[in-house]
């Protein structure tokens, strides 16, 4: 839970800071709840749209194409960093280390199973294709933090940052090229394929630990600003992200350090650095079109930057006032996350075959894998952009009833199961 407290003390027997809570932190929540939002365009445009090429391949796409996609970049690291961020206000309610990083593994170890289970036999309706997707590597990334918690929390947020800024200096290191130890170096920093009984059962690594680690890690040590004073922290927030925004610029202008090089080749797609095109909807196309598979430190700021500005102004508002309406409906949303998470996957899912059913259209490859199986509808089948984003309110919509009522359930009741969804 977010909090602030007016005294503050550090323990001399336990690095993480005590304190007494008062009032929920509700910026935390919204910025969480925004991306949660957002995050359910990229998979409702996965599932409805006829376009089935990659956003990101620069020769085939298209302004609204490609942002459509690019707006749900910034789920992914808000996800981890206000991971870190939540554990760090946990943990700032005077828990001893020991306490936080046993609910941190235990957390982390219901993540995971989570995304073996039930989310990923949403995503696919197929039992034995499973996948590391982002659910995954949050509860993989919080057994790593269970393992850290014992430091302060600034060392763990320095350590962080160094990962997201150091991980680059492995880029040339090819998994084929480690023997053995191939599929190890898969799951810590180049996204691919493990074959377990091709072509029906296999494991698809998405999320890799290095850096998203980091970005928790980053997170839980940026925790410690929101024990400072409103006006203050929202200054450390504001400050912090237009630096990393300012950064991305001068990087991606000047072909610097960040991003990993055009021949390094992961999941079919990598950017490489920014090259001016023959148009400007091709050259804006090319210079955010930056790696998250894994995530590069220019993917990193470009996204956590403006969050980290747009969490500031959050602060500064006042979800009581009638003007802001929409926003307390975005709030519900944030403050139950995984339950919506878990819910908006087998919803699109579930829509999308019905009304291909209806429309007389073809659904059978959404039985078998979806996207995630290569297979790809038939030419019939399919809507464009606007469908899409229709598609998209409509989810949301018909989702917000039931987290509401989810999240009132969570705060008028104390079952200990509560914490883990």
């Known amino acids: 839970m977010a909090t602030v407290s007016g005294s503050v003390s550090a323990s001399q027997n336990n690095p993480v800071i005590q304190m007494i809570p008062q009032a929920r932190i509700e910026s935390v929540d919204l910025l969480r709840g925004l991306v949660m939002v957002i995050m359910a365009l990229d998979h409702t445009r996965e599932s409805f749209t006829y376009i089935r090429r990659p956003p990101e391949i620069l020769q085939l796409s298209y302004l609204a194409l490609f942002f459509t996609r690019w707006i749900t970049h910034f789920c992914a690291p808000a996800f981890f960093f206000l991971a870190g961020t939540g554990a760090f206000l946990?943990?700032?309610r005077?828990?001893?280390?020991?306490?936080?990083?046993?609910?941190?593994a235990k957390r982390g170890a219901w993540?995971?199973?989570?995304e073996f289970t039930l989310v990923d036999f949403g995503w696919t309706f197929v039992p034995g294709m499973i996948f590391a997707g982002v659910v995954y590597a949050l509860g993989a990334c919080m057994l790593i933090l269970a393992a850290m918690v014992w430091l302060p929390p600034k060392w763990v947020g320095a350590i962080g940052v160094a990962i997201m800024v150091l991980h680059h200096l492995f880029d040339r290191v090819q998994a084929d090229s480690l023997g053995p130890f191939k599929y190890a170096w898969m799951i810590l920093h180049q996204p691919g394929?493990?074959?377990?009984?091709?072509p029906d059962?296999?494991?698809?690594?998405?999320?890799?630990?290095?850096?998203?680690c980091g970005v928790m890690a980053a997170g839980y040590g940026f925790g410690t600003l929101l024990l400072k004073g409103p006006g203050e922290r929202r200054k450390w927030m504001f400050w912090i992200g237009a630096a990393a925004t300012v950064l991305f610029f001068v990087l991606r202008f000047t072909h610097g350090y960040g991003q990993p090089p055009a021949d390094r080749v992961m999941l079919g797609v990598t950017a490489g650095p920014y090259i001016p095109q023959p148009t400007v909807e091709k050259s804006i196309i090319a210079f955010f079109n930056?790696?998250?598979y894994p995530p590069s430190l220019q993917f990193l700021l470009m996204t956590l930057g403006p969050s980290l500005m747009v969490l500031a102004w959050f602060d500064r508002m006042d979800l009581r006032a009638p003007a802001n309406w929409f926003w307390r409906k975005v709030l519900v949303f944030g403050k139950v996350p995984m339950f919506y998470y878990i819910l908006h996957i087998w919803l699109i899912h579930i829509l999308a075959i019905v009304i291909a059913m209806v429309r007389g259209q073809s659904y059978g490859?959404?039985?078998k894998g979806g996207i995630f199986a290569g297979v790809g509808p038939s030419d019939v089948y399919g809507y464009s952009l606007p469908v899409v984003y229709l598609m998209w309110v409509i989810v949301v919509i018909m989702l917000y009833p039931v987290c509401a009522w989810y999240a009132g359930y969570k705060q008028t009741h104390k079952q200990w199961w509560l914490r883990y969804l």
Do not use: D, H, M, Q
Request: hydrophobic content about 65%; charged content about 15%.
């Open 94 to 104: 005077g828990k001893k280390w020991e306490e936080v990083a046993a609910f941190l």
């Open 290 to 292: 930056v790696n998250k």
């Open 201 to 212: 059962i296999f494991f698809i690594n998405l999320y890799v630990l290095v850096p998203w």
């Open 111 to 114: 993540l995971i199973l989570l």
């Open 90 to 92: 946990s943990a700032s």
């Open 365 to 367: 490859w959404l039985l």
């Open 193 to 198: 394929v493990f074959p377990i009984r091709p």
